[in-house]
């Protein structure tokens, strides 16, 4: 879910969570070479094999892109109890690609990942937690489990436990404790935690306001391909507010 580009003056730009899909599930290894090799042998039955097969099919990878195939592997795949498929396909029912959208399955399949120890899975149970779909809204057990996925290092976690933070959901509001969590995910190349802190910055929520730093931020962001952080860099620009900063 992303904030909308069209807000009036002197809206606040708040953070949003963050999917775990940004890790383990699009970086899988589908290039051509790793191709022709589990073509090879799929057929063998191992399930990381199937999943990786899924992965070719859900990004269109020596074929057309087919969701549906996609999910056939994948549950191949989850048949063996291999986790990254069961979060793959927990985040199909999520998103509704290639089967209705479904939250409750969502979660089913996230549970399965998450028992397991796969923190995509456990970021993605607080994100449904945090939103309320499928469940009642419970801003506490989502923490709980973004702090679990955290633990292992899931960047779109961390940033995650930062929003709870800056909007004082389930926590005591506290921008600096967002601030340090958005710089933790941000270091391992976050761009939504780098739109966050040049939020920071160009609101001046725990910092002080400076429209340069919010728009070093916003230009870290935009590299990555977030598209709100461009809308941020040209409202900065278009306002001329970097020149009047120490007015």
């Not at 892109?65 to 498929?85: I, P, V």
């Not at 923490?143 to 995650?160: F, I, P």
């Not at 919010?214 to 860099?233: L, P, Q, T, Y």
């Amino acid at each position: 879910m992303k904030r909308s580009a069209i807000c009036t003056l002197a809206v606040l730009y708040f953070a949003v969570p963050v999917t775990g899909n940004c890790q383990d599930f699009q970086k899988s290894d589908v290039s051509q070479d790793s191709s022709a090799r589990l073509n090879a042998d799929v057929d063998n039955g191992d399930p990381s094999r199937q999943y990786f097969t899924a992965m070719k099919y859900y990004y269109g990878r020596d074929s057309d892109r087919d969701f549906t195939e996609a999910m056939k592997w994948l549950r191949l795949s989850a048949e063996q109890g291999y986790d990254a498929a069961e979060y793959a396909i927990g985040y199909l029912y999520q998103k509704g690609q290639g089967v209705a959208q479904d939250y409750a399955e969502a979660m089913k399949w996230y549970l399965l990942a998450a028992a397991k120890g796969n923190d995509n899975a456990q970021n993605q149970i607080g994100y449904l937690y945090h939103h309320g779909w499928g469940v009642k809204t419970d801003y506490a057990e989502a923490m709980k489990w973004y702090r679990l996925s955290a633990s292992k290092g899931n960047l779109a976690a961390e940033d995650n436990i930062g929003v709870l933070y800056e909007h004082g959901h389930g926590v005591e509001q506290d921008y600096a404790e967002a601030m340090k969590w958005y710089r933790i995910s941000a270091a391992k190349g976050n761009g939504e935690a780098e739109l966050n802190i040049g939020n920071l910055y160009d609101q001046g929520l725990g910092v002080q306001k400076d429209p340069a730093e919010a728009m070093k931020w916003f230009h870290f962001a935009a590299s990555k391909g977030n598209e709100e952080a461009s809308v941020r860099i040209g409202a900065l620009t278009g306002a001329g507010r970097l020149q009047t900063q120490k007015e």
